[in-house]
């Protein structure tokens, strides 16, 4: 049935690249304009649509300049209520910001978080007292040039066919890949074999120059809706309630089938805004299950949204609970990884102190 579904749209599909070739050339001979910023910019994307660990990817970074660099972070802010330029509080919610940016301020409490629809703008308004900016989700921005631009691919998809909007699920031709820097095939299992790397380097064709890595997902311990490590563990006497509304949540569906004995998934869209109605169903298919050993578990960028007011009584009342999940290279990549970016960063800070 999908195979038909993708013959029928492909014509839609044809136009919708037609419209994306154009507007890329255009960037690319300079008639629409792309802005270089003197201090370090780097962008974290991806082809198509959906989860490729852009968040997970996000953090890393937090995590390896935040101590070094006074940096921020930079998002479209998707789904929120507001417009323009804003910076997160400490109490900002998913409505305000967006769920991915909430996720990012809650979790690195010190670090700039900001949200703005036009990523030039939102630069101009950091760049005089940061030292280094992330960008979310800003490959297809081609208003911004990103001094070092990393681009990611999901394990699970890389081997489906490059099928445009909406007949498949690439915001740009496949060819688009050569804007960027680094290439991460995300989501990879733990015991990815040489010959599979092989197979998958043939995929993602990486141009010349480009540094091809591959990672996959770490699981940390479970923890309260208030970032507080919990004392409790997923076993074979658990049934899990998973509660998601993100863009595929396959890897963490099938790493709770290994550890649980049952897992109910109740499954929303991308960004869902979650409604007492929704909570609701879910306390009582809870509530029905006469196993003895039973949990709520969510995402972290899923626990943004419910924290929402009109939900935290009714979320309080089901003690959910989140697993956090990171990006983890395999094989040690995450040395060279870490030195690429490094390298980029210290080299364009360096520069702009000396000038």
């Known amino acids: 049935m999908l195979k038909y579904l993708r013959w029928f749209l492909l014509p839609f599909s044809w136009l919708y690249a037609l419209v994306v070739i154009i507007r ?35 953090e890393y ?31 900002a919610t998913a409505t305000q910001i967006g769920d991915e940016p909430a996720q990012f301020k809650h979790k690195f409490g010190d670090v700039t978080v900001a949200v703005c629809e036009k990523r030039v703008d939102g630069i101009e308004h950091l760049q005089t007292d940061h030292e280094l900016i992330i960008l979310d989700d800003a490959y297809q921005h081609r208003a911004v040039k990103p001094g070092l631009s990393i681009l990611l691919f999901d394990f699970g998809r890389v081997r489906e066919p490059h099928f445009l909007l909406p007949a498949g699920n690439l915001r740009e031709p496949f060819k688009g890949r050569k804007r960027a820097d680094i290439l991460v095939i995300t989501k990879c299992p733990v015991d990815l074999s040489e010959q599979e790397k092989q197979e998958l380097t043939s995929q993602t064709k990486p141009f010349a120059g480009q540094q091809l890595f591959f990672a996959g997902i770490s699981y940390s311990a479970l923890q309260d809706m208030e970032g507080n490590t919990t004392v409790l563990t997923i076993d074979t006497e658990t049934t899990v309630f998973l509660l998601t509304g993100i863009a ?18 109740h499954n929303y869209p991308d960004h869902h805004q979650y409604t007492l109605k929704n909570i609701a169903k879910l306390a009582a298919d809870f509530n029905a299950c006469k196993t003895q050993k039973k949990l709520v578990i969510t995402t972290e960028k899923d626990a943004q949204r419910l924290g929402e007011h009109t939900l935290q009584q009714a979320v309080k009342q089901l003690n959910i609970l989140v697993l956090p999940i990171q990006i983890n290279f395999l094989n040690n990549g995450g040395q060279q990884f870490d030195k690429i970016i490094k390298n980029y960063v210290r080299e364009h800070t360096t520069y702009n102190q000396l000038h």
């Open 248 to 265: 595929n949540p396959d890897p963490l569906v099938n790493e709770l089938k290994k550890r649980a004995k049952e897992v109910v998934h």
């Open 61 to 91: 970074l937090i995590r390896l300049f935040k101590d070094e660099y006074k940096l921020a972070t930079l998002s479209r802010g998707y789904g929120r209520k507001t417009q323009g330029f804003l910076t997160a509080t400490a109490a």
């Open 24 to 58: 890329n050339r255009c960037y690319d001979r300079g008639i629409f304009e792309s802005y270089s910023f003197k201090l370090p910019v780097i962008s974290v994307g991806n082809l198509d649509v959906g989860g490729a660990g852009k968040s997970p990817m996000t």
